[in-house]
């Protein structure tokens, strides 16, 4: 069974940092592109960041582009977002997501799996 | 950026079919997908490739790409489909979402 189990949210002043950690298992993790996506409280699904199963190509959301990092450890099925300069408007349940199909040169098709998601609260 | 914009409410009559149109420029030349939503859980993919449903979901949801819209159709609408419905595409390096439909099943 796949599982992907989100940690590392949590109540953050502006300006601070978090690291977000996300556990894979149940599928070939090296073998997957992964994603990072968040929704604020009562909003909409905001996608911020994807990395391919190399590391070879890594994507970010213009709201994140510069502040958030992403990275993986193949090796330890896991997957990161580093969040650096957080802002108010970052508040939200992030939520780690599996590419559906390997991504073609010009296209990525979709994220099947999804974790629970973990709350990150930016907030003096 | 690229946008899609999708009706913010849609509401069916049980039995019923619902349609969720998701339109963006010359979104029938890209793959569209579609996601559930019920409160408090995590989205859960219906659709993707425009057409394919993933193991497990059922038959009634079905997906179309055309033009500028792309369409999720709910047959034979029930209680258990109210929820929040997303569509997504990739573009240019990057993923986008609609801004969401919530279906309410009268």
């Known amino acids: 069974e796949v599982q992907l189990v989100e940690s590392g949210g949590g109540l953050v002043r502006p300006g601070g940092s978090l690291r977000l950690s996300c556990a894979a298992s149940?599928?070939?993790?090296?073998?997957?592109?992964m994603n990072w996506v968040r929704q604020a409280p009562g909003k909409g699904l905001e996608w911020v960041s994807f990395?391919?199963?190399?590391?070879?190509?890594?994507y970010y959301a213009d709201s994140t582009k510069g502040r958030f990092t992403i990275s993986r450890d193949n090796a330890k099925n896991l997957l990161y977002l580093q969040m650096d300069s957080l802002r108010a408007e970052d508040t939200g349940v992030y939520y780690c997501?599996?590419?559906?199909?390997?991504?073609?040169?010009?296209?990525?098709?979709?994220?099947?799996?999804w974790g629970q998601g973990t709350l990150v609260t930016v907030s003096s | 950026s690229y946008q899609l914009t999708q009706p913010p409410s849609v509401s069916v009559s049980p039995g019923q079919t619902a349609s969720i149109t998701c339109s963006g420029d010359?979104?029938?030349?890209?793959?569209a997908c579609w996601f559930q939503q019920k409160p408090g859980q995590s989205p859960v993919l219906v659709i993707y490739?425009?057409?394919r449903r993933p193991s497990g979901i059922p038959e009634r949801f079905s997906g179309s790409n055309s033009g500028n819209t792309a369409t999720l159709t709910i047959s034979g609408t029930q209680a258990v489909d109210e929820a929040d419905y997303y569509c997504?595409?990739?573009?240019?390096?990057?993923?986008?979402f609609g801004s969401g439909t919530k279906v309410t099943v009268l």
């Open positions: 997501a599996r590419d559906i199909l390997p991504c073609s040169s010009t296209t990525c098709y979709g994220l099947d799996y």
């Open positions: 149940g599928f070939t993790f090296r073998s997957s592109n």
């Open positions: 990395i391919s199963t190399s590391t070879s190509y890594i």
């Open positions: 010359k979104l029938g030349d890209k793959y």
């Open positions: 490739q425009n057409t």
């Open positions: 997504q595409a990739w573009d240019r390096s990057t993923y986008v």
